[in-house]
């Protein structure tokens, strides 16, 4: 149990998203993209795996009881939009369209219910990233499961370890506690950090804190990122 509160965590990240929106969307090939804005690919039925027309994400920010912004980067500027559904079906229950044509968006819908299971998917160009799933906050103080990680910048194999054994544990979110990649500055690292995080990132939402090495020597570069 935790006195940690779902609703300041997703009104804090709901805030920075909506800021990154604005100044981030044009891109850069420096990774987050305004990834985290800190506050890190879909089908539509079965059949042959598509090819993702997405170079990071989908990944999950400021989830709250009734919303949930979902960021993705593209591999080149386009329209994109967001379609939220019912878990287990394709009825679309809620969505999200960032009309620019931007490498990087950050959707958000709202009007969702609180402790709902829930899928998404970001389309693009005719395409649709893989399928990705959350469940929203629940209401009230009940008990929830979190996991901390931090400092993966150097060692990936090590990084690549810690996420699979994230992922064989049940969590309701996670908080990185930064440092996430070497120099926030170098694309490379950013497509490394993506790379394997990726489908963690996909469905369990981040909250996360800027390191020292994201804003790599003082760099203004990282900071407009962020």
């Given at each position: ?19 990154a929106?604005g ?12 990834l985290?804005?800190i ?7 079965a ?8 170079r ?53 819908v ?20 893989e ?16 996991q ?9 194999a ?30 490379g690292?950013?497509?490394t950090?993506?790379?394997?995080e ?16 994201e ?12």
């Open positions: 149990r935790t006195s940690l509160n779902w609703k300041t965590l997703a009104a804090g990240a709901r805030e920075r998203a909506d800021m929106q100044r981030a969307g044009q891109g850069t090939d420096g990774g987050l993209n305004g985290l804005s506050s890190l690919s879909l089908g539509a039925a059949g042959p795996a598509e090819a993702s027309p997405l990071k994400g989908p990944y999950l920010q400021g989830l709250g009881t009734t919303g949930v912004t979902v960021k993705a980067e593209l591999e080149r500027g386009a329209p994109a939009k967001l379609e939220v559904y019912e878990a287990g079906t394709e009825k679309v229950v809620g969505s999200a369209e960032s009309p620019e044509n931007w490498t990087f968006h950050a959707m958000r709202e009007g969702l219910k609180p402790g709902s299971r829930y899928e998404y998917r970001v389309l693009t160009g005719g395409q649709r990233s399928l990705g799933r959350f469940t929203t906050a629940p209401e009230g103080d009940g008990p929830f499961r979190f901390i990680y931090g400092d993966s910048r150097n060692d990936h090590a990084h690549a370890a810690v996420v699979r054994a994230m992922l064989a544990r049940p969590a309701d979110f996670l908080i990185n506690t930064g440092d996430m990649v070497h120099s926030g500055i170098e694309p690292d950013w497509e950090f993506f790379s394997i990726n489908d963690m990132l996909r469905d369990r939402c981040v909250f996360a804190a800027v390191g020292n090495h804003l790599y020597k003082g760099d203004p570069a990282g900071g407009v990122a962020f």
